[in-house]
């Protein structure tokens, strides 16, 4: 695939080369990342990228689009299958991009917002003050409950009567327990709003039927292709079918332009992919992998984040070992296991230090690792969390981790041949 960037710019060639050495060697545990079939990077590069196209099949704004139709027309096909949508956009850019087009399509300035807490869990997207939404529309956000860490429906249906917003948001990006969709639908009716779900995380888990689907309850499903669902580095949106038009208006020219036909044409083949057994008992597998992860590190003394897991996330307090999640993240990060440090819910530290590590085991599963290897990932763990200023220890345990990896390949050679 860069056999010709290996020749006209070798710096560039030797920067690619080394970020594969990277993955290859660390065990890749961030939530959001997967490690994607060679078919995803093909047609992330494929020849579409030549073509400017903007508007729908049958509708477009240049000529020369009969090809991209079919193709945008058998990845709305292959989507609509996958998870029984009356309808989907897959032009969004990302996840992010495909939140916006929601707002574009239902809100108007000012109007009001319910989304979960970016420091419990929630997404920049649905409304932090860091990000520029935040500035069009007004956002409340309800929490998670103390003791069960996690969503207080009854706190969330106080604030929808008391704020009256217009569209109540659900998902987030750190929360590893199932989400009750029909209970917030039924607080959306109450309270007349639109009932958004940003299964960004979950999509993969979603679409092979392990956790349920959010599609029969809200009125719109938005999702990254990246994190779960292991695609190209785009998102896509669905709805129902009243507001299909209104959608695709929101999407283009609503907050985008001109699409990314090479990441639609890997939506179309993930979306084909996905149906597939392969796929499948990857995402049966990997909430089975969360839940060991989960209960080694307990047994080993941290504190779990609301008791457990039904995804691919692991969110750790790690108070217990005396450290904080920067501590935990960068003494993890020199042995070769990559994490993120992690707000918990109620957390008295801020996002640049916090109590807490998220642990995604997406990557990991895909690779192949199992139970009895996760368990010797919270084995080494633990001993980093006893050791996070010795370096003498950190790289023997280094050793140990790089040991464990080398024996699932990232890629095959045949693989790395298309790759590289
Ligand atoms: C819940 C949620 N929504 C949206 C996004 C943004 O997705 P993207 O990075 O594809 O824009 C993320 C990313 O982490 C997320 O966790």
Redesign the pocket.
């Known amino acids: 695939m860069l056999n010709k960037t290996k020749v006209s710019d070798p710096k560039l060639y030797e920067i690619v080369e080394k970020e594969l050495k990277r993955q290859e060697s660390n065990i890749e545990m961030i939530a ?1 990342e997967s490690t994607v079939p060679v078919e995803i990077m093909e047609l992330s590069g494929c020849i579409f990228t030549n073509k400017t196209l903007e508007g729908y099949p049958g509708k477009r704004f240049q000529a020369g689009s009969h090809v991209a139709d079919e193709l945008e027309i058998l990845a709305n096909e292959r989507g609509k299958e996958l998870y029984g949508c009356d309808h989907i956009n897959i032009q969004p850019y ?4 495909a ?1 916006y087009a929601v707002y574009a399509t239902v809100l108007k300035k000012d109007d009001r917002v319910l989304s979960m807490r970016l420091d419990q869990g ?2 920049l ?2 409304g932090s003050k860091a990000n520029f939404m935040s500035r069009f529309f007004n956002f409340d956000h309800y929490s998670i409950d103390k003791e069960t860490e996690q969503i207080d429906y009854d706190g969330l249906e106080k604030k929808a009567e008391e704020f009256k917003p217009k569209l109540i948001i659900a ?3 750190a929360y590893p327990r199932l989400i009750d969709f029909e209970r917030i639908r039924k607080i959306a009716d109450k309270v007349g709003a639109y009932f958004m779900v ?1 299964m ?2 979950f999509s993969g888990l979603v679409a092979a039927e392990v956790i349920p689907s959010p599609v029969p309850y809200a009125d719109f499903v ?1 999702s ?1 292709t ?2 779960t669902l292991g695609g190209p ?3 896509f949106v669905m709805c129902k079918k009243e507001f299909a038009d209104a959608l695709d208006h929101g999407v283009f020219p609503g907050s985008l332009g001109s699409m990314h036909l090479t990441t639609m044409a890997a939506k179309c083949w993930l979306f084909k992919y996905a149906q597939g057994e392969k796929f499948r008992s990857i995402m049966r597998q990997i909430p089975i992998n969360a839940k060991t992860l989960a209960s080694e590190l307990e047994n080993y003394g941290f504190r779990i984040v609301s008791g457990g897991t039904d995804t691919h996330i692991v969110l750790v307090d790690v108070r217990n070992k005396n450290i904080t999640g920067k501590d935990f993240d960068d003494a993890l990060d020199y042995v070769g296991i990559t994490v993120n440090k992690n707000q918990i819910p109620f957390d008295p530290l801020g996002p640049a230090v916090t109590s807490g590590v998220r642990i995604g085991l997406t990557s990991t599963t895909q690779r192949g690792l199992r139970e009895k290897e996760i368990k010797q990932i919270a084995s080494i763990m633990n001993r980093v969390a006893e050791n996070t200023k010795n370096k003498e220890e950190l790289s023997k345990l280094s050793k140990e981790a790089k040991e464990l990896i080398s024996k699932f390949p990232l890629y095959s050679d045949e693989d790395l041949k298309e790759i590289m």
């Open positions: 959001s990302s996840g992010s991009t939140n929630g997404h997207s649905h998902g987030g990006s940003d960004a995380h938005t990254s990246t994190k580095r785009a998102g």
